[in-house]
T-cell receptor
Framework: GQNIDQPTEMTATEGAIVQINCTYQTSGFNGLFWYQQHAGEAPTFLSYNVLDGLEEKGRFSSFLSRSKGYSYLLLKELQMKDSASYLCAGLDTGRRALTFGSGTRLQVQP | GAGVSQSPRYKVAKRGQDVALRCDPISGHVSLFWYQQALGQGPEFLTYFQNEAQLDKSGLPSDRFFAERPEGSVSTLKIQRTQQEDSAVYLC??????????????FGPGTRLTVT
């Protein structure tokens, strides 16, 4: 099984950069996901990392260190619409189910 | 094409009633997942289908929960004798069959179940 930890809440300013951390413990690792979820809406896929390193997609980047059991999501040039919950989720070897953390609620202020 | 759809979007049930929640996955997606999301929490896995086969039901919280996908497309999650602790959003997700994106799960809008 997996244990996923991430901060509960974060606040940042429009135009700034924010980093949301996630640590995980697992008996078998097959990748780490980040999802964005606006209140009352479905989670939407942001990124999937299975190898160490940084993957960049526009304003969003995701980093993974397998040896440290650590990932982060980096959001640049924050916009008000980025206010949402960000869910870190791990995938175990041999399973297809995702194990989610409780989510980090990000509030972007003007 | 169309995304994952779920119905109803909202359901209010009296304690003890049975409910059925429907999921229409993205066309061509063979993998289908059900998750339960309590307020302020991340989704928790309930069950997984590949085509019509239920390959993992380890997350179903009790024998009151039952899921089926008889023809490998539409799935129904049934909850019998609902209890207040069943109040949550029930999310359905589907994944493409192969390729780089086969592990990505695409979520529907969910059904918000309130048991009174």
């Amino acid at each position: 099984g997996q244990n996923i930890d991430q901060p509960t809440e974060m606040t940042a300013t429009e135009g700034a950069i924010v980093q949301i951390n996630c640590t995980y413990q697992t008996s078998g690792f097959n990748g780490l996901f980040w999802y964005q979820q606006h209140a009352g809406e479905a989670p939407t896929f942001l990124s999937y990392n299975v190898l160490d390193g940084l993957e960049e997609k526009g304003r969003f980047s995701s980093f993974l260190s397998r040896s440290k059991g650590y990932s982060y999501l980096l959001l640049k040039e924050l916009q008000m619409k980025d206010s949402a919950s960000y869910l870190c989720a791990g995938l175990d070897t041999g399973r297809r189910a995702l194990t989610f953390g409780s989510g980090t609620r990000l509030q972007v202020q003007p | 094409g169309a995304g994952v759809s779920q119905s109803p979007r909202y359901k209010v049930a009296k304690r003890g009633q049975d409910v059925a929640l429907r999921c229409d996955p993205i066309s061509g997606h063979v993998s289908l997942f059900w998750y339960q999301q309590a307020l302020g929490q991340g989704p928790e896995f309930l069950t997984y289908f590949q085509n019509e086969a239920q390959l993992d039901k380890s997350g179903l919280p009790s024998d009151r929960f039952f899921a089926e996908r008889p023809e490998g497309s539409v799935s129904t999650l049934k909850i019998q004798r609902t209890q207040q602790e069943d109040s949550a959003v029930y999310l359905c997700a589907s994944s493409p069959p192969a390729g780089e994106r086969r592990y990505e799960q695409y979520f529907g809008p969910g059904t918000r179940l309130t048991v009174t």
